[in-house]
């Protein structure tokens, strides 16, 4: 009894040691004893002696209560205190956790001492004990009930037989409820298997059991045994077996008894000798009308002998696996369907994330792995009347098959454009065309799947299992009807990624080719070369935050002035460059046809307006620079006062009248403000790019770094000094990219 109670309870917990004593209530001295540790029995040498009070069960049997500690490593302090001699810890898995509580007959005598032990600390609780006072609660009736049945034995001997038989059959019934129970619990068929076959040889006392599961094809496998011998995934041809035969003709138990003389044992006789097997009984597993396969209990010494009613009972164990091999099979499928449809998922938001062509065929290759195991596989595009393969993956670099090409008429990816279905190889098994090529000589299997994108097919996604590569299986695996699917769900959103990423990339060519169209123009657009005027040094430089930009400048020769138009464009790239070029050419004309600044942008403004569209703007000055009057007039539409560089090292900004940005409203009149300049004198016109450059931390390079920028190299020549005000703006940007187009112009007086 109290070994069945130690395969009951280990079934529940899993407690490195168990330990259940019993002992005379009065005397304390040990009748019965299970010590089991790492599912090993000790024997126990100290049944017949009293328990020591010193000892953790000595101690529970004393004070009536349960005993807990989390860890005797650190509470050997406690055990002292509490009189209890410490526990002896080996070198190796010492005792951390130990829990125990007593056993306690129904009119309340002591009768033993039930405790559990790890190695790790902290692994029992206050419900730990719990459970240890339930369980030693029926221990307790379950010892006073085997005391009863001992008394009722010497008294009623005759009927002794009968009684154990009783019993056994009352038992057996309770272990195959509880073997359903356990079983109807789990979702695992492996681990249903493994029960299953270790019970029945606890059931039957089989010397071992074996489970063959039928795969299909006539073959099958050993799925599970116990005790191991290591046949487990044997694999097994299942043709003209007469013992299947016999199963799928009768649904009953198979007994044999005589492996020389009985036709049935014909085919696996030597595997059963070799195994040490003389007899044995096969047990068919039905599943909704259908035998998946078989278990086997067998002997090791000589004929097993069952009844009917013991065969009967083989049937019902067998139902109640069947079952739950069944659910077990159900929920697995389930899982498959959710964690595919999970993956299909991600690999359409992976697939999606990239729009380069190159990437975008390497995921394609890299996610469909992770649904459909291969050896194999590889990327064909249409190309005329054939097929060009563009990414493989499974090959070595220097067997890499990229490049090579398949004409559609007569090879089987041909016949997977032309059916615009999946095709299914497997050699030696499967007619269709098939090329006999060196990349594909040691195909076992193939799989094709179209890539379709709009109704348009885009090519074939080869899948291939390959005898003799490095790593590959020894049975290749064949493409089931999941697989093929499952592929072709994957291939229409691979095609679709494919197609996306083919037109996004024609696309960027195509703007790409524009942007740079246009930049050329634009760039066409600035002065060539700076007029040369005498008493006047000029320098210009414009640096577009992208392909194109809104900033533009012009330095206009009046004869002996020269004017110096500045603007700024809202917006970027193409829209902002489109207007920047009918701003520029309508100031450059009225520039010319005018002398006053403010004339000027009143003029320009007019003209802007209706070509301006909404929410946009013209930010502009136009300043007129006069060396032989030694003056400046400017007017500005919104544009960044520009900054003077006195001889003498001062600066000052020139501020002029407030007015809004040119196209905004036909009504504006500009004003304008004068300046008179002296030699060594420097003007520096900017746009908002140069002082609205941020570093990492969105902080702005701001007028008062320029202005103390201007200060100490404004001495500089004026090309020098735009190098230097570039030079220093990048440097506080640390890297950071431009936001904005930046333009500078300086003029000196000499």
Same mark, same amino acid.
């Given at each position: ?29 040990? +009748? ?62 010492? &005792? ?20 559990? =032990? ?70 695992? =068929?492996?681990?249903? %298997? ?52 016999? /199963? ?67 049937? +019902? ?17 389930? =899982? ?13 938001? &992976? ?13 394609? %290759? ?29 090959? +070595? ?19 997977? &454009? ?7 190889? /497997? ?39 390959? /005898? ?9 695996? &064949? ?172 600066? !000052? ?11 905004? !409203? ?11 300049? =002296? ?72």
């Amino acid at each position: 009894m109290l070994g069945e109670i130690y395969r009951i309870f280990v079934g529940l917990t899993d407690a490195s040691v168990f330990f259940l004593l019993l002992c005379e209530p009065d005397t304390r001295v040990v +009748t019965s004893a299970v010590f089991v540790e790492e599912g090993e029995w000790v024997p126990v040498s100290f049944v017949g002696t009293p328990v020591a009070a010193s000892s953790l069960s000595g101690w529970i049997l004393t004070h009536r209560e349960p005993l807990l500690f989390y860890d005797l490593v650190e509470q050997r302090g406690e055990l002292t205190r509490r009189g209890i001699e410490p526990v002896a810890l080996g070198p190796e898995n010492p &005792v951390r956790s130990w829990a125990g509580v007593p056993v306690v007959a129904r009119d309340g005598e002591l009768i033993g001492v039930l405790s559990i =032990q790890d190695y790790r600390a902290f692994r029992y609780d206050s419900q730990t004990l719990d459970f240890l006072n339930q369980v030693a609660s029926h221990i307790s009736l379950g010892v006073q009930k085997m005391r009863l049945f001992s008394e009722r034995d010497r008294l009623l001997a005759s009927a002794q037989a009968h009684a154990e038989a009783a019993e056994r059959q009352a038992h057996r019934m309770e272990l195959v409820q509880r073997i359903a129970t356990v079983l109807s619990a789990r979702l695992d =068929q492996q681990e249903i %298997l493994e029960i299953a076959a270790r019970e029945l040889v606890r059931l039957f006392w089989a010397d071992h059991t074996g489970t063959v599961l039928i795969t299909g094809a006539d073959q099958g496998y050993v799925a599970a045994e116990y005790p191991e011998t290591g046949i487990v995934g044997l694999q097994l041809d299942l043709r003209d077996n007469p013992i299947i035969a016999r /199963v799928n003709a009768t649904r009953r138990p198979v007994v044999i008894t005589d492996f020389d003389n009985d036709p049935l044992a014909a085919q696996s006789r030597e595997l059963w000798r070799s195994l040490g097997i003389e007899s044995l009984v096969i047990v068919p597993l039905i599943s909704r009308e259908r035998i998946f396969g078989t278990i086997s209990l067998d002997s090791y010494n000589g004929p097993l002998i069952f009844s009917d009613e013991e065969l009967e009972l083989m049937m +019902t164990v067998a139902t109640s696996i069947a079952a739950a091999v069944e659910n077990a099979q159900l929920f697995a499928a389930e =899982q498959e369907q959710r964690r595919t449809a999970d993956t299909l998922r991600e690999m359409a938001r &992976v697939l999606s994330s990239s729009f380069d062509p190159d990437e975008v065929l390497r995921l394609v %290759l890299v996610e469909l792995h992770k649904l459909i195991p291969y050896d194999t596989a590889s990327i064909m595009l249409l190309d005329g009347l054939q097929l060009r393969m563009v990414a493989a993956r499974g090959r +070595t670099p220097e067997v890499e098959p990229r490049g090579i090409t398949l004409p559609l008429e007569g090879s089987a990816a041909g016949e997977v &454009v032309r059916r615009r279905e999946p095709q299914l190889y /497997v050699a030696g098994a499967v007619e269709m065309p098939w090329m006999q090529l060196p990349s594909s000589a040691n195909i076992h299997a193939w799989l094709g799947v179209p890539l379709i994108a709009r109704d348009r097919v885009l090519g074939v996604l080869n899948i291939d299992t390959r /005898v003799g590569l490095p790593g590959t299986e020894p049975r290749p695996r &064949v493409f089931t009807d999941r697989d093929l699917e499952v592929a072709r769900t994957f291939g229409n959103h691979a095609a679709l990624a494919i197609e996306n990423a083919r037109l996004y990339q024609e696309s960027v060519a195509r703007v790409e080719q524009e942007l740079e169209i246009a930049r050329r123009i634009q760039a066409n657009l600035f002065p060539r070369e700076l007029p040369s005027v005498p008493g006047l040094a000029l320098a210009a430089r414009c640096l577009p935050a992208r392909e194109t930009g809104g900033d533009f400048y012009d330095l206009i020769d009046l004869g002996s002035r020269v004017g110096v138009i500045v603007g700024d464009v809202s917006g970027k790239s193409l829209p902002a460059a489109m207007l920047m070029a009918v701003a520029r050419s309508t100031s450059r004309s009225e520039a010319r046809n005018h002398e006053t600044p403010w004339v000027v942008l009143t003029e320009t403004n007019r003209w802007l307006v209706d070509d301006v569209p909404s929410n946009s703007f013209v930010a502009l000055s136009y300043a007129l620079v006069d060396p032989d009057r030694r003056q400046l007039v400017l007017a500005s539409g919104g544009q960044l006062s520009p900054l003077l560089r006195r001889a003498d090292g001062s600066t !000052s900004y020139l501020d002029g009248p407030q007015a809004l940005p040119l196209g905004m !409203s036909p009504e504006i009149e500009y004003g304008q403000i004068e300046a008179a300049l =002296q030699p060594g004198d420097t003007l520096i016109f900017y746009t908002d790019g140069i002082v609205e450059a941020h570093d990492q931390c969105r902080q702005l390079f701001g007028f008062e770094r320029l202005e103390r920028l201007v200060q100490r190299w404004g001495h500089l020549e004026p090309t020098a000094l735009i190098d230097r005000v570039l030079a220093e703006v990048h440097a506080f940007s640390e890297g950071m990219p431009t936001h904005d187009d930046m333009t500078v112009v300086v003029v000196r007086v000499e």
